[in-house]
């Protein structure tokens, strides 16, 4: 996962040979030839121990893996061993993370992540989660990991490039492991912390007054100002001088993971909407762009169990897919099971205390030791209240990253979560892969609670929707921001009750969807969230699904379609009486050219069609002016751009609905729209004319003056961006050169991109920063009952992570073009897609 100082050869470096190799010959080929003994065979015959069985396992034209097997037992060892094939490096990067190791490999670059995912301690989590799995579940993670260890002894000594050039030698795979990322996976739908961070940012540079216009729930929710009243009053710009450092943190956590990443697609339609007379189903998860993409796609056929779907290295499950009966997806609930809470802290007797109920309380302490690549050890003191760790307790600002923090008096960050809370969760995703019926798939999905989610199933002639998870019963307040832990007003009272989770079957209108939008009415009886994202892409399925009978062209016509609600909810703004004539008079009050600007672009927006297509230029136009109306409308309160608070509001636009949309659709009495900068006072029009006439500019010194030059594929851009070249610019300068010279051997891109955030067909921006793409549907599946093999999928990038491999970067031309993959599980499909190629497993001594 993480490329680092390359060892020397002769007398260059590395990386210095590298780009000598690259001028004369190219390097693809040349590392290819290097690294090819870390590749494994897919045909032949190999021995290995711990089998029970042979095992066949088989590719398609895609590097996707068809299990086949005696045994179950000899099922999940293969899983394992074919996992670690695949995806060592990324199975290693994850385990890394989730335990606050990532700098022993890294270095002392990304040690501010480890102390943030120790304060955090997954490791904790996934023992009370391990723990309270059955004596079967254990048993089938402890096969998994001996499958892992089998690959990892064989190629010990052939390790893929980025592991091998680290210096970095993997332990072998332990059963909590596996769990271990379960938990790292689980902590990363965590969708409100970045906001409640963004939040605390955003009050030290406008206060708590104006706060709640910079976080709005949904459209049709009144402003939050109860719940920012909370802040008013706290000194927060003197006495949380950790704050821009644990954003810090939590941001590049969130840039090399994901963290509250507002994610995926999933609908269902019953018998009597589709073509066929039986279920569909289609589902296409949301992760931000990388290379591996998180899943990777497997089909296993043993005697009691057969799946086909994608997975997670390192977790013995298919995660999402179709079992020969039943079809299910999942989508995020956008929950918001976790809170911030502000402690008062001071140094008493020599020992940090904090403020609970009228008294002045010891911190608990927890010794944490940190070993880190090219330097000593250094051990560290964490501190937790009664709501859990203090982040700000070991993130700091401090004279060098290695030297330990002293925590000041003042206010402390504690972060609550329902990680500890015991359940059965890990024998519920199980159970799910392998229940046979909707009503089956119901009474294993309850009892998941570990994960929020929208999972959505479906039978031949049933759809259900169950909404999973854990959700605090509040004493008062919305979660939104952090709140004062110093008293009982804001605590938990347990959690909700279960039977009060949302679903639905076979609903009368035929079908069901969801896309991370507000699934349950404002003010239903539990709280799932507050930080619901953007609407538009659960409005598009609504209108799509309405249309007519369906079927699996249908479904990938859905999941490829890239037209936005947004753009005819921004013309009706435009048209609306009073806004209609002020825009106008706005535009005539411009100087001449920016007055023609403006009202070209005025023009051209209120006839585009809202297809927001790569190729073209109204598409360009109005992305142009959505990023233009955000920097007039705040840039000039929260600025400059390099500023934590601009920062914190582009985040918040990026998880949930934002500041940015809401303005723009309404808020015409907000104090944004006055430019700060100026001695008049602006109003909306104004703000709106010179965003129209920015737009033009903005695409002028972009893609020049020739109109018919632009293209919104030419700004928006897919870059499929390596682990490693992610974490680059966190490491020294001599690993960031070796990491530049490959750059062209691990990334991939750029491709033209349409769409954004709000088309099913997600291609997400920063709104308000720069047009890169950074989330899009990491996987696509259609299940249609109809078919005589019902499950398709595809990948975005190759199944495989290692640069060598002929599969590390072929499913992206796939997955741009929509060449779906099928899975057959009648026998006399299997070689049509597998072919006869097979890589023998036997037992070995």
């Avoid at 989330?775 to 190759?798: Q, T």
């Amino acid at each position: 996962m993480l490329a680092r100082r390359l060892r020397p050869m002769a007398h260059l470096s590395f990386a210095a040979f590298l780009t000598a190799v690259v001028t004369l010959t190219g390097c693809q080929s040349f590392l290819n030839s290097r690294y090819s003994n870390s590749v494994p065979p897919d045909q032949g015959i190999v021995q290995v121990k711990g089998l029970a069985q042979s095992v066949v396992i088989r590719r398609n034209p895609l590097g996707m893996p068809l299990i086949e097997t005696t045994t179950f037992h000899d099922a999940l060892f293969a899983l394992g061993y074919v996992h670690a094939s695949d995806r060592l490096s990324q199975m290693v990067g994850l385990r890394l993370m989730a335990e606050g190791r990532l700098a022993e490999m890294a270095g002392p670059g990304v040690l501010e992540m480890d102390r943030f995912m120790r304060a955090v301690n997954l490791k904790k989590s996934a023992e009370v989660l391990y723990s309270n799995a059955s004596p079967r579940m254990k048993k089938f993670f402890e096969v998994y990991a001996r499958g892992v260890n089998a690959y990892l002894f064989r190629y010990r000594d052939k390790l893929p490039m980025d592991l091998a050039e680290s210096g970095y030698r993997p332990a072998y795979w332990k059963p909590e492991d596996s769990v271990l990322v379960f938990c790292l996976l689980n902590f990363g739908l965590s969708v409100n912390l970045k906001e409640e961070i963004a939040a605390l940012t955003l009050t030290q540079k406008v206060g708590s007054e104006q706060l709640a216009w910079l976080l709005p729930t949904y459209p049709d929710e009144p402003l939050p100002f109860e719940e920012t009243a909370k802040l008013k009053g706290l000194d927060l710009r003197g006495q949380l001088a950790e704050l821009n450092a644990v954003s810090t943190a939590v941001n590049q956590f969130s840039d090399a993971h994901m963290l509250g990443v507002a994610a995926s697609n999933n609908w269902a339609f019953t018998p009597q909407r589709t073509r066929s007379g039986k279920s569909l189903l289609a589902n296409d998860t949301h992760l931000p762009l990388s290379m591996p993409s998180v899943w990777n796609f497997v089909q296993i056929r043993s005697p009691k169990f057969q799946a086909a779907g994608v997975s997670i290295a390192g977790v013995p499950a298919i995660v999402a897919g179709f079992n020969g009966k039943l079809g299910w997806g999942m989508t995020m609930v956008m929950g918001d099971n976790q809170d911030l809470f502000l402690e008062q802290i001071k140094r008493q007797n020599g020992r940090m205390h904090y403020l609970a109920d009228g008294n002045w309380l010891p911190v608990r302490e927890r010794q944490e030791t940190f070993f880190i690549k090219g330097q000593r050890p250094i051990r560290e003191t964490l501190y937790e209240t009664r709501h859990g760790p203090l982040l700000n307790s070991v993130l700091g600002e401090r004279k060098h990253t290695l030297q330990p923090m002293q925590l000041s008096s003042g206010f402390g960050l504690a972060l609550k979560t329902t990680q500890l809370e015991a359940d059965k969760s890990l024998d519920a995703f199980f159970d799910l892969s392998r229940a046979q019926s909707v009503e089956q798939a119901f009474e294993a999905t309850r009892e998941i609670r570990a994960m929020p989610l929208n999972i959505v199933f479906a039978d031949a002639r049933h759809i259900g929707w169950q909404v999973t998870g854990r959700y605090p019963n509040r004493r008062a307040g919305l979660g939104l921001v952090p709140s004062p832990g110093w008293g009982n007003e804001f605590a938990w009272d347990g959690f909700a009750d279960p039977m009060l989770h949302p679903y639905d079957q076979d609903p009368p209108q035929g079908w069901l969807g969801t896309a991370n939008q507000r699934t349950v009415p404002r003010g239903y009886g539990m709280q799932l969230s507050n930080s619901w994202f953007y609407p538009e892409r659960a409005e598009r399925i609504a209108e799509l699904a309405g249309t007519g009978r369906h079927d699996s062209q249908s479904m990938i016509a859905m999941q490829y379609d890239q037209t936005s609600p947004f753009v005819a909810k921004l013309q009706t703004m435009f048209s609306a009486p009073g806004m209609a004539e002020g825009l106008q008079a706005a535009i005539a009050a411009l100087p001449a050219a920016e007055r023609s600007k403006a009202q070209e672009a005025f023009n051209r927006l209120m006839k585009f069609d809202g297809k927001l297509t790569a190729s073209s230029a109204d598409a360009a136009l109005y992305s142009a002016f959505l990023h233009q109306s955000a920097r007039e409308t705040f840039l000039d309160e929260l600025g400059p751009e390099s500023s934590p608070a601009w920062q914190a509001l582009v985040d918040t636009a990026n998880n949930s609905y934002s500041a940015q949309a809401d303005h723009l659709l309404g808020r015409e009495d907000s104090p944004f729209w006055n430019d700060i900068r100026t001695a008049q006072k602006e109003d909306k029009p104004a703000i709106l004319a010179r965003s129209l006439a920015g737009a033009v500019t903005l695409l002028e010194s972009k893609l020049g003056s020739e109109r018919s030059a632009w293209q919104w594929g030419k700004l928006h851009t897919y870059n499929w961006i390596s682990e490693t070249t992610q974490l680059a610019p966190h490491m020294s300068a001599s690993q960031r050169t070796s990491i530049n010279a490959l750059k062209g051997y691990l990334d991939r891109g750029p491709y033209p991109a349409g769409g954004d955030h709000s088309t099913l067909n997600v291609a997400a921006y920063q709104w308000g920063d720069n047009f890169d793409t950074w989330l899009i549907p990491a996987m696509r599946i259609v299940v249609d009952f109809g078919r005589e093999e019902p499950l398709i999928g595809l990948n975005s990038s190759g199944q495989s992570g290692n640069p060598a491999s002929k599969h590390y970067a072929d499913g992206i031309d796939a997955w741009l073009k929509g060449n779906y993959m099928s899975f057959p599980f009648q026998s006399q499909n299997l070689d049509k897609v597998y072919g006869s190629r097979r890589l023998l497993l036997t037992p070995g001594k």
